[in-house]
């Protein structure tokens, strides 16, 4: 592994190229107006590619969390396109967005947000059924088993640990097969020992099963798992690592802290 920082492309390669699945494209975006407007995206370009693990990065109100949910179809961008396959989201309606969010889009949260009064399996096909999907069998015993949820599909979240419940909404983001995983800060609630495997199992998801990962992460050790690391600096991006190590993650987020 050579990380070295590099300036990130400022063209993501179109989407038509098969290798992007998800891109930004000169995304601005404007909270409020007049004084009080804070420009979260000021012009960010830049691409996430298929079957790749891309970590997002940078300091606090740097714009992480705005992306994401612009790349989500979860808010709507003030200016620019916002692009998952050959749909640009900024140009949808609410229904199309809820749509799409439903049936192409694979989310983690770091609160998990799991329905209490339903089990673990019930959790993970929910998203699938209410998209008037059937599960496919042999995915989820291959999610079970590698998620190492084996005889935990019967239990409610309540009864599970907090690395169990992640893994459960790990699941239920990979079993539709979507075009991307949005995990938002995925360890921000697990000790570390439930972090790497949550960590590491995305990372499998990519290898594996061919899955495109999204990751908002303020935790370098977190971000090593990722393939590439995507600097954002007050809304723009300032930068990517491809192969980062803990090392070169810490040594980039230091400069850019001196930078500012
Ligand atoms: P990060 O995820 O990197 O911490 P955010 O995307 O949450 O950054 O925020 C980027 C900037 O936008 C910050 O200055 C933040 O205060 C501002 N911001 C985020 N959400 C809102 C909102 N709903 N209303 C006003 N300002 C916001």
Do not use: W
Not at 33 to 54: E, I, K, N, Q, Y
Not at 86 to 108: C, M, N, P, Y
Request: aromatic share 4%.
């Amino acid at each position: 592994m050579h990380p070295h920082a590099a300036p990130a492309t400022t063209a993501p390669g179109g989407l038509d190229d098969g290798r992007t699945a998800v891109a930004a494209v000169d995304l601005v975006k404007v909270y409020g107006s007049g004084d009080t407007a804070v420009r979260a995206l000021d012009g960010v370009t830049v691409g996430f590619a298929r079957a790749h693990f891309t970590a997002i990065m940078g300091p606090s109100g740097s714009g992480k969390s705005t992306l994401m949910h612009c790349l989500a179809g979860l808010d709507t961008a003030t200016s620019g396109r916002a692009l998952l396959g050959g749909t640009d989201l900024t140009a949808q309606s609410d229904k199309v967005l809820t749509k799409v969010r439903r049936e192409r889009i694979g989310f983690v949260f770091q609160s998990f947000n799991l329905l209490p009064q339903l089990t673990a399996e019930q959790n993970i096909v929910l998203p699938l059924e209410l998209a008037g999907r059937r599960p496919e069998r042999g995915l989820l015993a291959h999610l079970t088993e590698s998620l190492g949820l084996t005889g935990r599909l019967g239990h409610r979240p309540g009864e599970l640990s907090g690395g169990q419940q992640q893994r459960v909404a790990v699941a239920r983001a990979l079993i539709s097969r979507p075009e991307v995983v949005f995990a938002d800060e995925p360890t921000g609630n697990l000790d570390s020992r439930s972090g790497a495997e949550v960590l590491s199992f995305l990372r499998n998801s990519v290898r594996e099963l061919g899955q495109t990962v999204v990751m908002v992460t303020h935790d370098p050790g977190a971000a090593a798992y990722a393939d590439r690391v995507v600097l954002l600096a007050d809304g723009r991006v300032a930068g990517s690592l491809d192969n980062p190590d803990h090392g070169s993650i810490a040594a980039a987020l230091q400069e850019l802290g001196s930078r500012r």
